[in-house]
């Protein structure tokens, strides 16, 4: 009774009270210095990028709405869709090869060895480098005549290559310095996995007889799917979007043998000042970025640590 007595006396007081004017929360002040950040880098670039596309704009020329104009068009441009297939080729190659090295390379360093971790430091120098310099170094290496690759090949018998200076073997070339770089990233991700893995699967497959390739094929590989899956997103996303290393060793060239669409939007909004087809360019290379994230998002979510399909 005395409860009901309580209840009804608080909503008596409840009703009594003035409301409240509404006051804006405490922590707006923290809040948003933020959020103009990011409206200001990251929304308004967009948008205005969106509003571009649809416009035909020129530098020192007034803007002009166009509609999907510059859309439709990228499909008849043939330099735009061989840069796509350069993009597509050389993002391709720069993931899988350094996955396959990268994890060669966590198998061998996670085995204790004398000297283990200075070749650990060793290895993972490339990827702390910068990517100007990088580039500025294999330029010499690439060179036909004076360039140290050549030289080792004739030290083996085989003959010289122009490397960075033929067509046909340009994207290969761009790719070796890709895989270079950045194996050691993929090689720290899947060493992680690797020590994370329990011992307890090994034990029984050591007295089962099992060789070190089954143990790796039946074991290893299948629990270290999801890392395997994290490092491939990564360098997709990273080799997509690649565009120092191209541009300061090749520019595109030759020709436009190696002319990626990153390198090609460059083209178009800097040299050609097209900034409304630029833009729709930029759009469908983000389009696309997503796309390839949201294939290994899907893929990753398949991979289970015991390594069966969901």
């Known amino acids: 009774m005395s409860t009901i007595i309580e209840q009804t006396a608080g909503a008596t007081q409840n009703a009594a009270a003035p409301e409240q004017p509404w006051r804006p929360p405490s922590y707006w002040p923290f809040v948003l210095p933020a959020l103009i950040v990011v409206l200001a880098v990251i929304i308004f670039p967009w948008v205005f990028t969106i509003w571009m596309s649809f416009h035909e704009w020129k530098v020192g020329s007034p803007t002009t709405f166009i509609g999907f104009a510059n859309f439709l068009r990228l499909p008849a441009d043939p330099r735009f869709v061989e840069a796509v297939g350069h993009t597509l080729s050389y993002s391709a190659l720069s993931v899988v090869l350094p996955l396959v090295l990268g994890t060669f390379a966590a198998v061998i360093f996670h085995n204790k060895f004398p000297g283990r ?90 007295i089962d007889g099992a060789t070190t390739w089954q143990m790796f094929r039946y074991i290893t590989l299948p629990l270290i799917m999801p890392f395997l899956f994290i490092a491939a997103m990564i360098r997709c996303i990273d080799a997509v979007k690649s565009f120092d290393i191209i541009f300061a060793i090749t520019q595109g060239g030759p020709g436009t043998a190696s002319e990626t669409i990153n390198i090609y939007l460059y083209s178009v909004a800097f040299v050609y000042y097209d900034l409304g087809y630029a833009s729709a360019i930029a759009l469908v290379f983000f389009a696309l970025i997503v796309a390839l994230t949201a294939v290994l998002l899907i893929l990753r979510k398949r991979a289970q640590w015991t390594g069966v399909d969901a």
């Open 117 to 206: 971790g200075i070749l650990r430091a060793l290895f993972i120098m490339p990827m702390m480098a910068t990517p100007v310099a990088i580039a500025l170094v294999w330029t010499m290496m690439f060179h036909p005549q004076l360039g140290v690759l050549n030289y080792l090949l004739s030290l083996v018998g085989l003959p010289p290559q122009l490397w960075v200076f033929h067509p046909a073997t340009v994207i290969p070339s761009l790719v070796l310095v890709e895989t270079w770089q950045w194996t050691p990233l993929v090689m720290l991700i899947v060493l992680g996995g690797i020590a994370a893995l329990p011992t307890e699967p090994y034990e029984s497959a050591q």
